[in-house]
Nanobody
Framework: QVQLVESGGGLVQAGDSLRLSCAASGGTFSTRSMGWFRQAPGKEREFVAV????????NYADFVKGRFTIIRDNSKNTVYLQMNSLKPEDTAVYFC????????????????WGKGTLVTVSS
């Protein structure tokens, strides 16, 4: 059974850093793009970042460019989201997903989703 399991969320202060992890199991992820979405309270889920299967082509939402970095380790079937200079508006549940590269930002469907990890940034 395919599973994506996120970890690393928590409560931090504005300006702090946090690293999220997403471990994939039960399937072939080395040829799939993997990335992150987030959903803040009362808002729709939105795209954050995606990495192609090689880990060389990446795309980011404008609101995280220069602050967040997506890192992929296919030897561990894991994708990371390094988040620096966190802001209160980054507070959200962060979801890991696997699917086609362009679907991450064009509204297309994902093949798999994790259950999410909560990030809370206090001011």
């Amino acid at each position: 059974q395919v599973q994506l399991v996120e970890s690393g969320g928590g409560l931090v202060q504005a300006g702090d850093s946090l690293r999220l992890s997403c471990a994939a199991s039960g399937g072939t992820f080395s040829t799939r793009s993997m990335g992150w979405f987030r959903q803040a309270p009362g808002k729709e889920r939105e795209f954050v970042a995606v990495s192609d299967w090689r880990g060389t082509i990446k795309n980011y939402a404008d609101f995280v460019k220069g602050r967040f970095t997506i890192i992929r380790d296919n030897s561990k079937n894991t994708v990371y989201l390094q988040m620096n200079s966190l802001k209160p508006e980054d507070t959200a549940v962060y979801f890991c997903a696997a699917g086609a590269f362009s679907n991450f930002w064009n509204g297309g469907s994902m093949d798999y989703w994790g259950k999410g990890t909560l990030v809370t940034v206090s001011s």
